[in-house]
């Protein structure tokens, strides 16, 4: 069926057969276009008066035929299947744009033979670059219908700098198509093995870094950059922490987010032209998105979307090492992903790892629901189950009468590390988020022949998805059993007080409310003593350092005053650290 695509109300018939007649040409596979297409071409548009464009394979074959307006094409759907890294869309654009010049102008030109360079319109090489097109062709319609003069365009495989500004294609200026002896089956294959050693280079890049994906971040926000900072740097840290390469930050401020695609569609689509200049593969919202947001914006980019809490979820899966750590993470992952398939849209494939890659049908996306329920309803019985046997593990601690505390706090704030110097033991410790997944617990001796538990816990974040404390909650669960919280702040954080208020909130939310609590401020060591001093006062906490354990006696005295009412340490040499176990 030979479909034109674009604004065709209001044309005659004839029109219309001279459009689909367009249909019938091809071209030899090693030329861009032949002098009889392109005249063709430039006829229709030169008699329309306005611009017309083909879209042709590789085997010559005309695929689409579509008409604009002035610099406008109305180009069809072409599938949203990105080309891959390493190769081209497989269509190249052949456009015909009407001559603007006056008759006169027109005339006086061709008489003096005179040659102005010609450029291939900005809305085009959008369109080579967003659909990454084997190549575009564009050709003046002179008034009376033949060729004039023509500009080709392709992808480069590096930025390069045109006019003082960073692009991604080259572009040629020829004053007749006849000057264009391109062989474009040579052009295509050059191309893409220049597209696959870039990609081949970025990816040694990345492994050595240790990085999986690039991407860029993108921050919406409707309040003051004091108040949106912290998030961002926050989001920075969770993508270091994923191994993602950050190529690109972008940072919108609005009256109010559009309830649609964050952004606006126009931002939007300006946001992933930048991305695929950049190379980014995945665009990071810092914010949650609802299924329908996320949805929308996949409808509209070809690039890995993810949100905060996908994000999240994506290091809580690759931390899980115990059985339990990762059957409460895969229940998250599941409750989060639920909702996104409520409707019927290919970008669930890239939440879901394949479910509906081209769209399922209705059917399918109900036996796919259908399916996350069941396996929803076993984890959770796994997940009460496992609950069940730590219950168990803390009645025979409580028999024996051994005080349980737990260290709890902000993540990165240096809990893991803190064990590690009180007790002797060597729990995995990294200055990164969420090194610690799995619950861990160890003993620790006092001088004073008493002995606790100390509990390492999962760190806490700001907006910590719900999904994730609901899966987690039969770990938080010996929270609510511990005799002694000891809140583990980062002493060096410029964002500590806002740390310490979201551990407090998610407490709060977790309805632990008895335990007696006590503040350390972590890594005080870092800061100069008098202002270490005047912090502790101010927040009422202690200075320690888990790296040099300044502070430790003061540290294990309060702890000792909390459990029992009594000191636990006369000196610092009368017992020394580690302690024996």
Not at 117 to 137: A, P, S, T
Not at 341 to 351: D, E, F, I, M, V
Not at 409 to 428: D, Q, R
Request: aromatic share 4%; hydrophobic share 40%; with cysteine.
């Amino acid at each position: 069926m030979k479909i034109i695509t674009g604004k065709i109300s209001g044309f005659k018939a004839t029109d219309l057969r001279l459009l689909e007649k367009l249909y019938d040409r091809s071209i030899a596979s090693h030329e861009i276009v032949t002098g009889e297409f392109a005249k063709e071409l430039c006829e229709v548009a030169a008699h329309l008066g306005t611009v017309v464009g083909v879209l042709v394979d590789r085997k010559g074959t005309v695929e689409h035929v579509a008409v604009g307006e002035q610099n406008h094409l109305y180009l069809p759907d072409i599938g949203r299947q990105r080309a891959a890294a390493t190769r081209l869309r497989g269509l190249r654009l052949l456009v015909s744009k009407p001559q603007r010049r006056s008759p006169i102008q027109a005339s006086s030109l061709k008489k003096s033979f005179a040659f102005s360079h010609y450029e291939i319109d900005r809305d085009f090489i959008g369109d080579l670059e967003k659909l990454q097109l084997d190549l575009i062709l564009q050709i003046e319609a002179l008034p009376s219908g033949l060729p004039g003069r023509c500009a080709l365009a392709y992808l480069s495989a590096k930025e390069i700098i045109k006019d003082n500004e960073r692009v991604r294609h080259i572009s040629e200026s020829y004053k007749h198509l006849d000057l264009l002896q391109e062989n474009f089956t040579e052009l295509v294959a050059h191309l893409e093995n220049q597209l696959e050693k870039q990609s081949k280079l970025l990816q040694k890049e990345a492994v050595v870094k240790g990085e999986r994906e690039s991407a860029v971040l993108v921050g919406v926000y409707t309040v003051s950059k004091k108040e949106w900072q912290p998030s961002l740097d926050e989001l920075k840290e969770l993508a270091r922490t994923a191994g993602v390469r950050v190529v690109d930050i972008v940072v919108q401020q609005r009256k109010q987010i559009d309830p649609r695609t964050i952004v606006g569609k126009g931002k939007l689509e300006e946001i992933c032209l930048s991305a695929l200049h950049k190379g980014a593969e995945v665009l990071i919202f810092d914010r949650d998105l609802s299924p329908s947001q996320l949805n929308a914006i996949t409808d509209l980019t070809d690039l890995k979307v993810l949100d905060r809490t996908m994000l999240i979820l994506d290091i809580f899966a690759r931390r899980a090492k115990t059985r339990s750590g990762q059957l409460q993470v895969e229940l998250a992952q599941l409750k989060y992903s639920l909702p996104r398939l409520a409707q019927k849209q290919t970008g669930l494939s890239r939440l879901t790892g394949g479910i509906g890659g081209q769209g399922p049908g209705e059917t399918k996306l109900e036996i796919d629901r259908r399916r996350v329920k069941d396996k929803v309803a076993r984890l959770e019985r796994e997940v009460d189950d496992l609950g069940s046997e730590r219950q168990l593990r803390r009645q025979k601690r409580n028999s024996k009468e051994v005080p349980t505390i737990a260290i709890v706090g902000y993540t990165n704030a240096g809990k893991s590390t803190l064990l590690n110097a009180l007790t002797g033991a060597e729990v995995y410790a990294k200055d990164e988020l969420f090194a610690t997944l799995d619950p861990t617990s160890r003993r620790l001796r006092f001088p004073t022949e008493r002995e606790v538990v100390l509990i390492d816990t999962v760190g806490f974040i700001r907006d910590l998805p719900e999904s994730l404390i609901q899966a987690f909650r039969t770990t938080l669960e010996e929270l609510h059993d511990a005799d002694l919280l000891l809140h583990v702040v980062d002493a060096n954080d410029p964002y500590k007080e806002q740390h310490i208020a979201v551990v407090q909130g998610i407490l709060s939310d977790l309805k632990i409310e008895k335990p007696v609590r006590l503040l350390v401020l972590n890594k005080s060591d870092l800061l100069p003593s008098e202002e270490a001093e005047a912090m502790a006062k101010h927040l009422d906490a202690l200075p320690v350092s888990a790296k040099t354990r300044m502070g430790f006696v003061e540290l294990l005295n309060r702890m000792s005053e909390k459990l029992w009412h009594v000191d636990a340490i006369k000196a610092y040499e009368d017992w020394g650290f580690p302690p024996k176990r």
